[in-house]
């Protein structure tokens, strides 16, 4: 690959705490290699905010390999920015070009509230998650692994729903704030499963009562959550996650 | 101080079983009233809190992340090892106890390693009723790989995403427990100290890293699970935030450290790029299987290596290890790595990297894809397109991260690797129950020394972890609780808790008051470059007193020059890096000492001063076939305390994989 280095414009979304009101800053970042990583490019201008005395930008980062989901930057109006089945972390600064503009915001949902700067808390992910994705099965009561074989289709398709990182880009970059992906691919990945039968009906509707409570949106089938998804999270997953639904609706008696 | 490890007398077969025959309990009503704080959600702590809460005790847990899930176990790629012969290779309980304690180059305890051994099978039976998605064949029934340092094949995985679905198994099973009421769960949370009272560890002081309050948490015990401190060297493939904080402050509390310079260099790395860089990526020793690592034969080569005919390449871990080849255990396979690039064979710009090249496998592959789909005459493009596919299916992920990093795809040409640390084999030091010098203060996970010895093999840290916390911890956590059943509630009121908060509370505003000029990062940098310079791959006498000595210039610039910008009481990751910083550079210090009292080389730590004339670590049984445990005694000042090591059933040799 050839390198290069480049001059950009950054305008960052800078607010104190989830009590006052935020605004975009504008910093100049210069000397940017084309092999940096974009939290990279954050690093080297938060270094120099420190050394000049004034604050640096608050983000949420972690693994810096695109597994842990923690990073959540909204880059130049997209989800973890312009490469497609990425993460801010893994998105490099080849991307870019010398002179650009780039404006960088938090997460915008309503069942994400900022924390500071581009911050945001996804505590509602875990509540939905605590409503129901997972199969109750206590510590020691497991059968021999192999005593159930599952079919390898749907072993592998409940492997790529399960391959969700928890990020939140499909509620950021859904207009309607829904979590409908997220909690799709986990009631998928447990549906598939015949470990997961046996709760099938009471974890669809659970999940989805909770999901409901934290506010998050509707699905109105645009598809933008599995464009943005940085793992490639299908929306066959949501068709299922409405399949479940449904029949759980029809055959549940009130208990 | 004599060191008991606590080892259950008897065969070393029935230990476990026996142990756990006779072990206390404590019945249901008791479990309701006592408490424990588990710090750390990793795969350790996750299972343990779960496993714990499903007893019924009152659990707390403890996480710097936004998320439990988001634990660094959550990015470990190739699998976890379990002795189920699935695969009728001849793989036992006895085999995977051999494998790894001769893979740890017999540095690690024969018993806990025989336990983790007899409880991996429960792991895989537990992680697929839990519907964790493991890699399948047609027939349904769970698909397995080789990995370094063995010649079976025992690896359970899923895709190149093992650790993430273990980890959101144990992360459903603790939120289930969150759901019930038995586990309450601080996210955002860092633990700055262990609360100490009779000398038993009674609760922790833990910082709301939201708004910068300090907490007092009570609890009749305290598990730590906070993983490695691989970060010590700046740049390693653990997350930034991964820190030896919570572990540090229980060693500056009385839990002896073991064998701290223990450090794991992992061989297949993504190479550093530039001053730039944060963190480092690695690519699945899995990758191994497939891919064959290769060097020119001349040096300071500068063709494409698509040009390096094949006569010219030297392909020198199938050269030098005939016997295991491109799967010899990862510290080998590191330093053959460094020797090549040491000697000027070194390829990429910065020469430091050698090729993991699929080029083979992907051909090899192709053609059977091709036979078993009946095209007799495919040419060249469609077998590498089948093989392709196939290779594509095993380490998709890992390509595609590949190529995202580096902007090079690595089904055309060869990945550039370089060793980088990955691992840390030392930690708290622990008895057979886990617990460690602190009664009531246990270790899980990475966060102990116990099973790896001096090198882990490729596959054990997730299979650690969930021994630890699924099936170790709820047993040997009874037996220390079964005589705290009298002890009630101690409010966090008592002095210990204040004096310990005041404590807490007096650091914090010493670092935010240093008002200096230089940034935590550059001391880290800083901190990472004495210790990847002189206690990494290789170490000598010199090297190692003049890294103490330096270390301790670094310790007192920090605390003298740092520049912490914002305040205590607000969402401040410059701060909460600060003090990780700080506890970094203490350790590291530690490190050295004990790389230097070590003057032989074993698994991961290579002295130069100790080894063949072919260059392979050379061990020194007579003098040093002990655990180094070390007692801090303040200030720069440690005891040495010896865990003599005995082993009744692997007798140790010299390792070859030739």
């Known amino acids: 690959m050839e390198h290069y280095n480049m001059n950009l414009t950054l305008k960052v979304w800078r607010q104190k705490n989830n009590q006052s009101k935020g605004k975009f800053e504008t910093y100049p970042v210069n000397n940017i290699s084309s092999e940096m990583s974009f939290l990279e490019m954050i690093d080297v201008l938060n270094e120099k905010l420190i050394e000049e005395g004034n604050e640096p930008i608050a983000f949420d980062h972690d693994c810096r390999e695109g597994i842990c989901g923690m990073c959540s930057m909204f880059i130049n109006g997209q989800a973890h920015g312009p490469w497609q089945q990425n993460t801010t972390c893994q998105l490099h600064m080849r991307a870019f070009k010398d002179g650009d503009t780039i404006v960088v915001e938090p997460w915008r949902s309503a069942a994400f509230p900022v924390v500071k700067d581009l911050v945001v808390d996804r505590s509602s992910f875990d509540r939905i998650i605590q409503a129901g994705g997972y199969i109750s099965v206590n510590t020691g009561n497991a059968v021999d692994a192999n005593a159930i074989p599952i079919d390898k289709k749907d072993a592998d398709d409940a492997f790529m729903a399960a391959a969700c990182i928890g990020c939140g880009a499909c509620v950021a970059t859904c207009k309607n704030g829904s979590a409908m992906l997220f909690v799709g691919a986990k009631v998928s990945q447990l549906a598939l499963l015949p470990q997961g039968a046996p709760e099938k009906e009471s974890r669809v509707l659970n999940m989805i009562a909770q999901m409901d409570k934290e506010g998050f949106g509707n699905c109105t089938n645009t598809y933008a959550c599995e464009a943005e998804c940085p793992k490639g999270i299908s929306v066959s997953n949501i068709a299922r996650l409405n399949a479940e639904y449904l029949k759980a609706g029809l055959t549940t008696e009130e208990k | 101080m004599a060191l008991d490890a606590k080892i259950p007398k008897g065969e070393m077969d029935k230990k476990w079983t026996d142990y756990k025959g006779h072990v206390k309990l404590v019945n249901p009503a008791n479990k309701r009233k006592l408490e424990v704080i588990v710090v750390g959600t990793g795969l350790a702590g996750a299972s343990a809190a779960a496993s714990l809460g499903e007893l019924g005790y009152k659990v707390k847990a403890f996480c710097f992340q936004d998320s439990p899930r988001r634990a660094h176990s959550i990015a470990a790629q190739g699998g976890i090892n379990a002795a189920k012969n699935y695969q009728n290779d001849g793989d036992s309980v006895f085999r995977l106890f051999y494998d790894t304690v001769k893979g740890g180059d017999y540095r690690a305890r024969e018993a806990n390693v025989h336990r983790l051994a007899e409880v991996s099978t429960s792991i895989i039976d537990q992680c697929v009723a839990q519907g964790v998605p493991f890699a399948r064949e047609y027939g349904g029934l769970l698909s397995n790989r080789s990995f370094g340092g063995t010649q079976v094949q025992r690896t359970f995985y899923a895709a190149g995403q093992t650790g993430q679905q273990l980890l959101l198994g144990a992360y459903s099973a603790l939120e289930r427990q969150v ?214 299916e095993k380490y998709g992920n890992l390509f595609e991260m590949y190529e995202k990093i580096t902007g090079e795809n690595p089904y055309l040409t060869p990945m550039r690797i370089y060793p980088a640390v990955h691992y840390t084999m030392g930690g708290l030091w622990v008895d057979y129950e886990l617990q460690t010098t602190v009664p009531g203060l246990y270790a899980l996970g990475e966060a102990n020394f116990s099973d790896h010895g001096a090198n882990r093999l490729g596959a054990s840290a997730l299979m650690q972890g969930l021994a630890d916390g699924y099936f170790v911890i709820p047993y040997t956590l009874g037996n220390y609780l079964a005589d705290e059943i009298r002890t009630s509630s101690i409010s966090t009121d008592h002095d210990a808790f204040i004096q310990t908060e005041k404590e807490v509370n007096e650091r914090l505003s010493k670092l935010m008051n240093i008002k200096g000029k230089q940034t935590v990062e550059s001391f880290h940098k800083k901190l990472g470059k004495i210790m990847w310079d002189k206690c990494g791959m290789a170490r000598n006498e010199q090297g190692l007193k003049q890294a103490i000595d330096e270390i301790r210039q670094l310790k007192q610039e920090f605390w003298s020059d740092v520049r912490i910008p914002g305040e205590i009481n607000e969402f401040n990751p410059e701060l909460d890096k600060a003090g990780r910083v700080a506890d970094f550079i203490e350790l590291g210090e530690l490190m050295c000492l004990d790389a230097l009292d070590r003057n032989e080389s074993c698994g991961g730590h290579f002295r130069e001063e100790s080894q063949t004339e072919d260059g392979e670590a050379k061990r020194d049984d007579d003098n040093f076939s002990y655990v180094a445990a070390w007692q801090n005694n303040g200030d720069s000042q440690w005891t040495l305390h010896k865990e003599g090591l005995s082993f009744e059933i692997v007798k140790p040799t010299q390792r070859s994989y030739k």
């Open chain 2, 179 to 392: 759901a019930l009421g038995n586990v309450k769960m601080y996210s955002r949370h860092e633990m700055l100290d262990i609360v100490k009272i009779d000398g038993k560890a009674r609760g922790i002081i833990a910082r709301n890293l939201v708004n910068g309050k300090t907490e007092r948490h009570f609890a009749h015990a305290v598990l730590l699970c906070s993983g490695g401190y691989g970060n010590v060297f700046y740049l390693s493939t653990n997350a930034m935030g991964s820190n030896v904080t919570a572990a540090w402050k229980a060693h500056k509390k009385g839990a002896f450290f073991g064998n701290p310079c223990f450090t794991q260099i992992h061989p297949t790395c993504i190479p550093v790029s530039g001053d730039h860089q944060s963190k480092l990526t690695l690519m699945s020793e899995s990758l191994r299987n497939d891919g064959r690592i290769w060097v020119p034969k001349q040096k300071n080569d500068n063709r494409k290596p698509t040009d390096i005919p094949e006569e010219e390449r030297d392909y020198y871990l199938e050269r030098r290890y005939p016997a295991f080849g491109n799967l010899v255990p990862r510290d080998v396979a590191s330093r053959a790595a460094k020797e090549r690039c040491d000697e000027g064979y070194g390829v990429g710009t910065t020469k430091m990297a050698v090729y993991l090249d699929f080029k083979d496998a992907i051909m090899r592959y192709g053609r059977t894809e091709a036979g078993k789909t009946g095209i007799a005459n495919a040419d060249e493009n469609k077998i590498f397109e089948l093989g392709k596919q196939v290779v594509e």
